[in-house]
C-alpha cells in the first residue's frame, strides 16, 4: 500500500481549505442553511448598527441580510470554492467576501475595539488545539456567561453551541 500523499491527507483535514473545497466541489454541504436564521434577522432588527465579521462564511448568505440592516460587513472563509460561490450568489456584495485562512484571535484586537460575546464558547480540542484561545475560553467561563445567542452560528453550526463575537470600532 501506497502512503497517503499530503494533499490527500488535507482533503481528510478539516483545518484546510482542501477538506471544505472536496465537500463544496462534491455538493455535500450539510451545514449549508441555503438562508439566514429567522432569529439573525430578529437580532439584527432590534440591535443596534455596527460592524460584522462573517468568518468561515461558506455561501456568506447572512451579508446582505446585515448590510440591508444597515450594517458594515465583511465575511472571509478559507474555501476557495466557498468563497467564489459566495461571491456568486452576493451580486454587488461580491466584495465583502475574502479568502482568508488566518483566523482572528481575540488577541488580534486592540484597546480600539469594543467587544461584545454570545453564545457558548465550547474548545476545538485535538483537531485545533494550536489554536487554542486561552483569553477567549476564559471570557466565556466568566459568572454570568455571555448571553446566549438563540440561534447557530459559527463552526459547530448548532444553536447550543453558537459563538459570535461582535467588534465595534470604537
Not at 48 to 53: C, D, E, N, Y
Not at 73 to 99: H, N, T
Not at 137 to 152: C, D, K, M, S, V
Request: proline residues 8%.
Amino acid at each position: 500500500m501506497q502512503p497517503r500523499s499530503s494533499r490527500d491527507q488535507a482533503s481528510q483535514d478539516s483545518s484546510h481549505p482542501e477538506f471544505w473545497d472536496a465537500r463544496y466541489a462534491r455538493g455535500e454541504t450539510p451545514w449549508d442553511f441555503h438562508g439566514v436564521p429567522a432569529a439573525l434577522k430578529a437580532f439584527l432588527k432590534t440591535s443596534p448598527t455596527g460592524s460584522a465579521l462573517i468568518p468561515g462564511c461558506g455561501s456568506a448568505y447572512e451579508v446582505r441580510v446585515f448590510d440591508e440592516a444597515g450594517w458594515k460587513v465583511m465575511a472571509i472563509d478559507f474555501s476557495p470554492i466557498a468563497v467564489e460561490r459566495a461571491r456568486s450568489q452576493l451580486g454587488s456584495l461580491a466584495d465583502r467576501v475574502v479568502q482568508d485562512d488566518s483566523g482572528i484571535p481575540l488577541r488580534a484586537f486592540s484597546k480600539n475595539w469594543n467587544l461584545e460575546f454570545y453564545g457558548r464558547f465550547i474548545p476545538h480540542g485535538e483537531k485545533f488545539g494550536k489554536y487554542d484561545q486561552q483569553a477567549l475560553a476564559e471570557i466565556y467561563r466568566r459568572n454570568p456567561p455571555p448571553p446566549e445567542l438563540g440561534f447557530a452560528f459559527g463552526y459547530w453550526w448548532q444553536a447550543e453551541r453558537g459563538i459570535l463575537m461582535l467588534a465595534r470600532r470604537k
